[in-house]
Nanobody, 116 residues
Framework: QVQLVESGGGLVQAGGSLRLSCAFSGSIFIRFYHMGWYRQAPGKQRELVAD???????NYVDSVKGRFTISRDNAKNLVNLQMDSLKPEDTGVYYCNAKRGSSNLWGQGTQVTVSS
């Protein structure tokens, strides 16, 4: 059974940093998947924060450009999201996502709270 497991969330002061990791377990390898990080703030819809193609091309929502960096380590079946200069508006539950064809996988989410 394929699973995505996020880790690295927590409470941080504004201006601080966190690094989220998404571990991809199962018999399928991450290198074939388009990977993304989404977040959902209280009372808001889930939004795409950053994604990275199987070829390594990345894309970011405007609000995190220059502050967040998505990366993938296909050998370790990991996708990371380095978050710097965090702001209170970055608070939310962050979800890892993997897409390939009709396959659309989600992790359970990890809470990120940024205090002002």
């Amino acid at each position: 059974q394929v699973q995505l497991v996020e880790s690295g969330g927590g409470l941080v002061q504004a201006g601080g940093s966190l690094r989220l990791s998404c571990a991809f377990s199962g018999s399928i390898f991450i290198r074939f998947y388009h990977m993304g990080w989404y977040r959902q703030a209280p009372g808001k819809q889930r939004e795409l924060v950053a994604d990275i193609t199987s070829g390594g091309n990345s894309n970011y929502v405007d609000s995190v450009k220059g502050r967040f960096t998505i990366s993938r380590d296909n050998a370790k079946n990991l996708v990371n999201l380095q978050m710097d200069s965090l702001k209170p508006e970055d608070t939310g539950v962050y979800y890892c996502n993997a897409k390939r064809g009709s396959s659309n996988l989600w992790g359970q989410g990890t809470q990120v709270t940024v205090s002002s």
